[in-house]
């Protein structure tokens, strides 16, 4: 009996960084029907005080987490939840930091300040310490569950690693490529979306078939779809 109870409050935890393709999995996750919940706390200057008892409220309606701050607050909810299973994604750092800059240059929150440190939430500047911040984080995780490869599994989703990896890990029948999610050309496809559905009260319609010109093309349809008379 208390297995079971210890299951059911079981949680699938994403403590990887921005950037290491943790919306795919989130993507993949839900797809498959588990309820997941993303960041939260990114404008609280409290943040680093209230992160884990707000994470295990919002834990509490659902199966399973990813983002900004989870990967800090991950051995607080090892404790909080047993049996819970833990998901490093990752990517090869110079890729990563030239992302974050492409994503995140020249703003900051709350949470990066509290991972990087004061003055260095912004990666424009500070790309060195970001890798050698997010290098550090993933031996820590590595040495944490050392000795417990049932509840901890590193994945690549850039690379290639998918449900192939991460199916038998979670003890499910799934098999095959996770959905690829906010890429650069999804980024640039949401960008023209907003410009002209402000300059042209552009339509559903015509969001719809430049999502599609997109995704079935390849990115420089991005620049084509701006001669679609909207």
């Known amino acids: 009996v208390l297995n079971s109870l ?5 949680k699938i935890i994403c403590i990887g960084l921005h950037k290491t393709a943790t919306s795919s999995l989130d993507v993949a ?30 834990l509490e309606d659902n199966d399973a987490a990813q983002d ?15 049996n819970s ?11 990563w930091i030239k992302s974050c800059v492409q994503h995140f240059g020249g703003s900051g929150n709350e949470v990066r300040r509290w991972f990087y440190g004061e003055g260095k939430d912004d990666p424009i ?32 989703i850039t690379a290639g690693d998918d449900w192939d990896k991460l199916g038998p890990f979670l003890g499910i029948d799934k098999r095959g490529p996770f959905p690829k999610t906010n890429t650069v050309s999804q980024r640039l496809h949401h960008k023209l979306w907003e410009k ?18 997109v995704r079935e093309v390849d990115k420089k349809a991005f620049y084509r779809i701006g001669e679609v008379k909207c």
Request: some cysteine.
């Open 125 to 156: 500047g500070n790309e060195e310490h970001w890798i050698k911040t997010k290098e550090r984080h993933e031996a820590d995780v590595r040495e944490y569950f050392r000795k417990r490869p049932e509840s901890f599994i590193e994945i690549d």
């Open 6 to 10: 210890l299951m059911a409050k079981s």
């Open 68 to 82: 900004d701050p989870w990967y800090l607050i991950y051995k607080g909810l090892d404790l909080a939840y047993p």
């Open 29 to 58: 996750l839900t797809e498959y029907g588990y309820r997941v919940t993303g960041y939260f706390g990114i404008n609280d200057p409290k943040i680093a005080e209230v992160a884990l008892s707000q994470g295990i409220e919002i």
């Open 196 to 213: 002209y559905q402000k300059s042209h009260g552009i339509k559903k319609f015509y969001y719809r078939l430049c999502m599609k010109l």
């Open 85 to 95: 299973r833990y998901i490093l994604t990752t990517r090869e750092s110079n890729k």
